[in-house]
């Protein structure tokens, strides 16, 4: 069964710098291939990976809405959109992406998404590690299209608007009976002399300190110029992902 790694956050605040890493350092040390969930509809984690996605499970389930009525003879719509599915997994080396792309449009989608789901869950067995970047909002989690999550790593950085949303996702998580493993905080960006600050504000939620990680010029650098992180070399960002992952771990 898949390891699942989840990272989420306020907006900005490096969720998916922060995923790409975990990648990244997962492709480097860990055994077994990786299934990369780009679960923002920007699709920003392709991008920072250096990968192109065609489709999105966002236009799989459109699709299959309008073209239901002409799938060829003996095609049932479960067969289509698990054939579907496996199209749309860009496959690299050790590392498969996969992008769910927009939520639904007006139509009805409760059975399409029950079947995405299932399928989805299918998928993920023939991975060693799955790592979703998610969107702010958590929509995924809260809507249970989510699988179940190991690791649960909430960014922020020094902003108190950056906290006020990991509260709220601390709040969430506690509400829902889908199971969370473990749920971290990883504060990112914030300058080395506000992260005992940042830590303090955050003490009263369930969320258990990972570590800090630095601005780090190598890493601007390379998402500035549009090349891919799995080219980034050691470097400061580099180095604390790989000490929060043997605290975590993996
Ligand atoms: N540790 C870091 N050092 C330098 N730049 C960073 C770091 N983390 C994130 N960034 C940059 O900050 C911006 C926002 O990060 P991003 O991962 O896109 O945030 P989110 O996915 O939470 O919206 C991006 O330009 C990203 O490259
Ligand atoms: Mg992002």
């Known amino acids: 069964m ?8 306020k907006g900005g605040t490096g969720k998916t710098a922060i995923a790409a890493l975990i990648i990244r350092h997962l492709k480097q040390h860990a ?7 780009d679960a923002d509809p920007d699709a920003n984690l392709a991008t920072v990976l250096g ?22 003879a003996g095609m049932s719509k479960s067969a289509y959109i698990e054939a579907g599915l496996h199209q749309i997994v860009v496959e690299t080396e050790k590392v498969d992406l996969l992008a769910m792309g927009r939520s639904e449009g007006p139509g009805c989608y409760c059975y399409v998404n029950n079947l995405l789901r ?35 790593i909430v960014v922020v950085n020094d902003s108190p608007l950056a906290l006020d949303c990991a509260r709220r996702i601390d709040q969430l998580v506690t509400d829902l009976k889908n199971p969370v493993g473990k749920r971290y905080l990883v504060v990112n960006m914030a300058p080395e002399e506000r992260v005992a600050a940042v830590r303090a504000r955050a003490a009263d939620l369930t969320l258990e300190f990972l570590g800090h990680v630095p601005r780090d010029p ?20 580099v180095r604390r992902i790989g000490e929060m992952m043997a605290r975590m771990g993996e």
């Open 2 to 9: 898949a390891r699942t790694i989840a990272v989420t956050g």
């Open 118 to 152: 299932d399928f989805s869950e299918k998928l993920h067995t023939a991975y060693q590690w799955v790592v979703m970047d998610n969107e702010a909002g958590m929509e995924h989690l809260s809507r249970r299209t989510a699988s179940r999550i190991d690791s649960l």
């Open 51 to 72: 990968i192109r996605v065609e489709k999105t499970i966002g236009d799989l389930r459109e699709e299959t809405l309008a073209e239901v009525k002409n799938l060829p």
């Open 218 to 237: 190598a890493l601007e650098e390379k998402v500035f110029n549009g090349e891919s992180l799995f080219g980034l070399d050691e470097s400061p960002a």
């Open 31 to 37: 055994a077994g291939p990786i299934l990369a969930l």
